[in-house]
């Protein structure tokens, strides 16, 4: 009915070409207008001002001659001033800004290597908004937005990607792993080594305290009781720790047994084997003391001096006096 009478509708975000004989005429913004059919006066067709998308898949070759598609996401309106330069310019608006994007990404990802085009992706973008902007502003559109959504390389190249990338993953984590290790024995050997330490002062310790409550012993009972000497005293003490060992060894079932000779008077024969010994140990020492002095003098003798070796000798046998 509107239209019989010459009335037309504008909906909202378009506008609409009118001709008259088939000359562009004017444009009609949203609303309503009339178009009188019988003075030549038609509408040519309308032209929506939304922002439309358009995707773009394009097929390159990197520098490094590795086959990509490029995803590009154009995003373009149409400008309300040059409406009619939108409509009567282009005869297929989406084929034309295609064909710039092709141009553009062919133009610029073959500069680039594989790695370098996913880092430089921006730049990409922004130098298709740039050519688009340039030649779809003649034309009557606007470049609202220009996006590089994806790259995607040959599924042979993903894969040995991930490969690589995985490889070096290994790798860091092998390092770290080992590293870890290291850490672990070396703190372990530390510790180790402190409780060496301390077990070795404890003992040390231990037997000072032993030595020292011995010689307290021997003179307590040596001044407490006329007539004893150093050698009973310490007999008597070896028969106190002999019956000590024994009490203990049958206290418990758990405890390994040791067979010894159980009659005190062994306790006698002990001490004598333990005075024996270091009698003989000094003896030997001496021995030793004297066939390193008379070599020392054959040597001297025979108009050499003693060697290094023989003064390092003479030096620790004589506790470093010369």
Not at 243 to 265: C, L, N, Q, R, Y
Request: proline content about 2%; charged content about 25%; glycine content about 6%.
């Amino acid at each position: 009915m509107g239209q019989t009478l010459g009335c037309v509708q504008v909906d909202q975000s378009n506008v609409a070409i009118k001709e008259t004989f088939g000359k562009f005429d004017d444009v009609l913004e949203p609303g309503c207008h009339c178009v009188p059919w019988c003075f030549g006066s038609r509408l040519a067709g309308h032209l929506s001002l939304r922002v439309q998308q358009l995707d773009v898949r394009c097929e390159t070759k990197t520098k490094d001659n590795v086959f990509v598609t490029v995803v590009a996401s154009v995003q373009y309106r149409a400008i309300t001033e040059k409406a009619s330069d939108a409509f009567y310019k282009l005869s297929n608006t989406r084929a034309q800004i295609q064909s710039y994007v092709f141009d553009v990404i062919r133009a610029s990802v073959p500069k680039l290597d594989l790695d370098s085009t996913f880092e430089q992706k921006n730049d990409i973008a922004k130098a298709v908004e740039e050519e688009l902007e340039k030649a779809m502003s003649h034309y009557g559109f606007e470049i609202v937005q220009t996006l590089i959504v994806d790259i995607e390389p040959d599924e042979r190249v993903k894969r040995a990607m991930n490969e690589i990338n995985a490889a070096a993953r290994l790798r860091v984590a092998a390092n770290d792993k080992a590293e870890a290790e290291k850490i672990l024995q070396i703190k372990r050997a530390e510790g180790d080594a402190e409780s060496k330490y301390l077990a070795g002062l404890g003992i040390a310790r231990q037997r000072q305290a032993i030595v020292d409550g011995l010689r307290d012993s021997v003179l307590a009972f040596s001044s407490n009781v006329p007539g004893t000497s150093s050698k009973d005293v310490m007999d008597m003490v070896l028969v106190t720790q002999y019956f000590d060992t024994m009490k203990e060894i049958g206290a418990t079932s758990k405890t390994s047994s040791v067979f010894v000779p159980h009659a005190p008077g062994a306790v006698r024969d002990i001490a004598s084997q333990i005075r024996d010994g270091f009698i003989q140990a000094n003896t030997n020492s001496q021995s030793c003391h004297c066939a390193s002095l008379a070599t020392a003098e054959k040597l001297k003798a025979k108009g050499r001096g003693p060697s290094r070796f023989t003064n390092m000798v003479l030096a620790v046998e004589t506790g470093g006096r010369t």
